[in-house]
């Protein structure tokens, strides 16, 4: 095989035959009517400028943007026709045909012969920009070249590249006579005939197996030799044709991509670009110079879904360079394409999310895409669906991994609900990343109150910040820690990241006392929502001498914390972590023999009228879990610190909706010792009962149920005014129960208006109470009206004024049968006289345990032995007392119940008449529950029982007398 070789000509002498041809070649493929094309051309100008008038004329209609558009478009047009009539070959301007075609039309508007000479030259027409005429019609010629016919000068056109080449030929030496295409390496053989290097090796490797001679694809003559000469000038004729072309294509393409109404064109543009862009740079630098780059960001709205997805694949292309990011920076392109990442056809959404990617590549458009409404929220949703789209949540994550390189898009990452890059930059960042990442945590949690579930190496550092030196540090970090653990899940994460010890030596040990920011109170709240996590506070270590928080070290500093005249929010996390500690019973010991000790009581009591209602209500809480164990303690504190019952008395007035505060001051009311006589004194001094009646009174009424707090206020209200008859004795309580007539007040609510089984049962309690003092507030009618027995009535007798005052003392006067004195609810609190018996009676009925206790202690206060207990059993029969005493002895199965239930048992058969006797006896249930009450229950339920089984001759009665006999 003959070795081919290359040998480059002179390429002076080499040029001009190349030229020579290709002026032979231009004038064989120009129109035959070049007349016709400059008339055509220049009549499109024309036209244009009809067409700016026009919208000149409604230019009062058209916004800035809208003006500068049109304007853009038009310079661009203008100057495309006049670069296209520039490229005209020079030979069509060999005679003076072209300037009578421009002399002819000086008929135009706004072009006269002086312009239009002015513009010409022997050369051809030089460049002109019109820009200030309006929106030009170029549409008209491009759709004349590009009509469904392509006819243009008596040439057919089928693609937009045709066009390109009638404007720029394409001439016959170019192309390869093997392959019949352009050549890229143009070689020359002997016999002078020019090949692509490639085709021509090829054929010689084909040819040369065979025995016969190569001969020439061309000419047919034998190939003497196989070398051939680079023909190095015909190779730069055809680049350099090779870039006019593409430049001309580009234009072309443009004009018609911004002009054209057909989305057909408009797609063969974007098509024609696209292969234009992939070839070379330079292509993609002139779509940048002459508006292509920014006009595709237009057409992302257009209403063509094809045209939106040619459009952004052609921008991902040409934003390959910084040129074409920062061009797409100054549109609207980005939150276009964010609008387009939702779209329902899955073809756009990969093609936009693509795009969006190539531009996270820049660093000069992360902020931009960044703060892009919903672009965050979307690309962070298209990433944890995964599962619906796994190309999209791809590269959606590729493109926030890009955007974080920008510290805003962590922040609204993280407002997005994506928080891993804004915890992963807080834990491997520099320190001054994480001071910004710890700042952004810290207007996170505290502006938009987030919830966020953070990691073990979070935890950490954040424990780390904040024990720093620095203030600054120390603050965000505490103001994070502080948010975060709120969130209960975090809890545990923050324990085991070591914050506990970090909090107590914050509390107990740290003093700082020239540093800016206290963060004593954020370490105590940390503390505090910690605790109330539900973590194990008997095990939850507190430093390295291995104290726990339930260690009488931890409680001790912990009351000692408790002072008026530290910040309010300090005293409110301190208590909230005494609230949980003493919900433990060791605790719980522990705290009240610390206050027992060292006289701590004071300062809860003082806090409770705080004006910060969340710390009023904390210390409130906190001394209703104290008051069964300290009760009279707290209650002493109260009446000794000044103003502290009138404040009370106040806090449980009704106004509007009930609140928490309104709650607890009732409820601690009610819990206090009941007989606590100098806080019963001070709270009717201070004007409680009808304070209290009042608010019962609106309660009943309907007001406020349905705040949460309604039942406890009610529960609350009921105990304060029972733990009144508590303390009768005095003279200043029993005349207030008097005056207010609450007998009949607990009557009322004894029926259950209120709904609560422990406002019945509390009623219950103060009608028993008031039952007990009946007895002694009973007299007998005056002596005056049973001494005058013969002589006043005889000498009155047959008198009718006599008889008349008779009728009206009978009247006035109501003798009491129990009580045997003149009786009534105000005066005596008779529950006969109150009707209170019937309401007790059913409460037997209730299902509470400790409600039926209640009204059966209130109805043995009407059995006692200094009552008339026949008449009294009597009373009770008629309203089936037995039958409801018997229910509830079958019912429950309590110790107290029994006992009260047998001791009524046992009147009913003492006192009862024979159908009351038969009742009783005939229950059947009455002797197994005796026998069960026998055999199970404390002394004195068994004696009960005993004492009822004697009765009913179930026992021997060892009190009988027996006669001995002797045989």
């Avoid at 003959?2 to 035959?17: G, I, R």
């Avoid at 001094?685 to 206020?713: C, D, F, W």
């Avoid at 009247?811 to 129990?818: E, F, G, I, T, Y």
């Avoid at 079958?890 to 006797?917: A, I, P, S, T, Y």
């Amino acid at each position: 095989m003959l070795s081919v070789a290359t040998f480059n000509v002179n390429q002076e002498n080499s040029m001009e035959s190349v030229r020579a041809i290709m002026e032979r070649q231009t004038a064989r493929r120009a129109p035959t009517d070049v007349t016709q094309m400059i008339e055509s051309l220049f009549a499109s100008v024309n036209l244009a400028k009809d067409h700016a008038a026009r919208c000149k004329g409604k230019a009062l209609q058209l916004t800035d943007g809208e003006i500068q558009n049109i304007t853009q478009d038009l310079e661009n047009v203008l100057q495309n026709i006049y670069d296209d009539l520039g490229r005209i070959p020079a030979s069509a301007f060999g005679s003076n045909a072209y300037m009578d075609v421009l002399i002819k039309s000086q008929s135009m508007k706004g072009f006269s012969e002086a312009d239009i000479s002015m513009n010409v030259t022997s050369n051809g027409p030089r460049r002109r920009s019109f820009c200030d005429n309006g929106t030009p019609r170029l549409l008209d010629f491009l759709q004349g070249m590009y009509h469904e016919s392509h006819e243009f000068g008596g040439q057919m056109f089928n693609t937009l590249p045709e066009v390109a080449e009638y404007i720029e030929p394409l001439y016959d030496a170019f192309f390869c006579p093997l392959t019949n295409e352009i050549m890229t390496d143009p070689v020359t053989t002997e016999n002078g005939v020019t090949y692509d290097r490639r085709a021509i090796e090829e054929y010689i490797e084909r040819s040369a197996d065979s025995s016969e001679p190569v001969y020439c694809p061309v000419t047919k003559m034998a190939m003497q030799s196989k070398t051939m000469t680079h023909n190095a000038s015909l190779k730069s004729v055809i680049e350099e044709w090779t870039t006019r072309n593409e430049a001309m294509r580009v234009r072309i393409a443009r004009t018609a991509l911004s002009l054209s109404t057909a989305d057909t064109m408009v797609l063969e543009a974007i098509h024609e670009l696209k292969l234009l862009a992939k070839l070379r740079g330079k292509n993609r630098e002139l779509m940048h110079k002459i508006g292509v780059t920014k006009y595709l960001a237009r057409l992302l709205d257009n209403h063509n879904a094809q045209i939106r997805c040619d459009a952004l694949e052609l921008l991902c292309l040409l934003v390959g360079d910084e040129e074409g990011k920062d061009i797409i920076g100054k549109t609207k392109a980005i939150a276009r394409t964010i609008k387009l990442l939702s779209s329902n056809t899955t073809d756009e959404k990969h093609v936009a999310i693509s795009f969006l990617l190539e531009l996270s590549k820049s660093q000069l458009l992360l902020e931009d895409i960044g703060s892009t409404a919903g672009s965050i929220l979307i690309l962070t949703t298209m990433k944890i669906n995964n599962s619906d789209d796994p190309i999209a949540a791809e590269k959606a994550g590729a493109v926030l991994e890009n955007l974080e390189k920008c510290p805003k898009n962590i922040k609204y990452m993280a407002e997005s609900g994506y928080l891993e890059p804004l915890q992963s930059h807080l834990v491997e960042g520099s320190e001054e990343m994480q001071m910004e990442m710890v700042s952004y945590f810290s207007e996170l949690v505290q502006e938009q109150e987030l919830t966020i579930d953070i990691t073990r190496s979070t935890s950490e550092i954040l424990i780390k910040m904040a024990r720093s030196c620095n203030p600054m540090v120390r603050k965000a970090a505490f103001d994070v820690l502080v948010q975060l653990s709120s969130h209960r899940p975090n809890s545990k994460m923050l324990v085991d990241a070591g914050a506990v010890p970090v909090m107590i030596e914050e509390l107990f040990i740290r003093k700082v006392d020239d540093e800016l920011v206290n963060s004593m109170a954020n370490a105590a709240t940390v503390l505090a929502n910690i605790v109330e996590s539900g973590i194990d506070l008997e095990t939850t270590v507190v430093n390295k001498e291995g104290h726990v928080l339930t260690s009488k070290y931890s409680i001790y500093n912990f009351v000692h914390m408790l002072k008026c005249f530290v910040p309010d929010d300090l005293n409110l996390s301190i208590i909230r972590v005494l609230l949980e500690l003493t919900a433990l019973a060791k605790p719980l010991a522990t705290v009240v023999s610390v206050i027992r000790e060292n006289h701590r009581g004071h300062a809860i009591v003082e806090l409770m009228s705080s004006p910060t209602e969340a710390l009023s209500v904390a210390a409130t809480r906190l001394l209703i879990t104290l008051s069964p164990h300290i009760g009279h303690t707290i209650a002493e504190r109260l009446c000794k610190t000044q103003g502290q019952p009138g404040w009370l008395v106040k806090s449980i007035s009704h106004a509007g909706r009930i609140t928490e505060q309104q709650a607890a001051s009732a409820t601690l009311l009610a819990r206090l010792p009941y007989r606590n006589t100098s806080l019963n004194i001070a709270l009717v001094q201070e004007g409680a009962v009808p304070v209290i009646l009042s608010a019962i009174k609106e309660m009943q009424n309907g007001a406020a149920r349905t705040s949460r707090h309604a039942v406890p206020y009610m529960e609350g209200l009921v105990g304060s005014l029972v733990r009144l008859t508590a303390t009768l004795y005095s003279p200043e309580v029993l005349k207030a129960a008097m005056d207010h007539n609450v007998a009949s007040v607990l009557t009322e609510l004894l029926r259950g208006a209120a709904g609560s089984d422990e406002v019945q049962r509390l009623a219950a309690v103060g009608l028993e109470n008031l039952s007990y003092l009946s007895i002694k507030l009973s007299q007998p009618p005056p002596d005056e009206l049973l001494s005058k027995k013969t002589t006043i009535l005889k000498l009155l007798k047959g008198s009718k004024v006599h008889n008349n005052n008779k009728k009206n003392s009978h009247h006035q006067l109501s003798v009491c049968s129990v009580h045997r004195g003149v009786c009534s609810p105000e005066t005596t609190f008779c529950l006969l006289e109150a009707g209170a018996v019937e309401g007790l009676l059913i409460c037997l009925d209730n299902d509470n345990v400790r409600v039926v206790e209640a009204a059966l202690g209130a109805l043995c206060t009407l059995l006692d032995e200094r009552v008339d207990v026949e008449k009294s059993v009597a009373a009770l029969d008629k309203l089936d007392a037995t039958r409801r005493v018997l229910g509830a002895l079958r019912q429950h199965r309590q110790n107290v119940l029994w006992q009260k239930c047998f001791c009524m048992v046992e009147k009913l058969l003492e006192h009862g008449d024979d159908r009351c006797v038969r009742e009783v006896t005939g229950d059947r249930m009455l002797p197994m529950a005796l026998v069960s009450a026998f055999h199970r229950g404390d002394a004195s339920t068994k004696q009960a029982a005993e004492s009822i089984l004697r009765r009913l001759h179930k026992m021997p009665d060892y009190s009988a007398t027996y006669v001995s006999m002797e045989f």
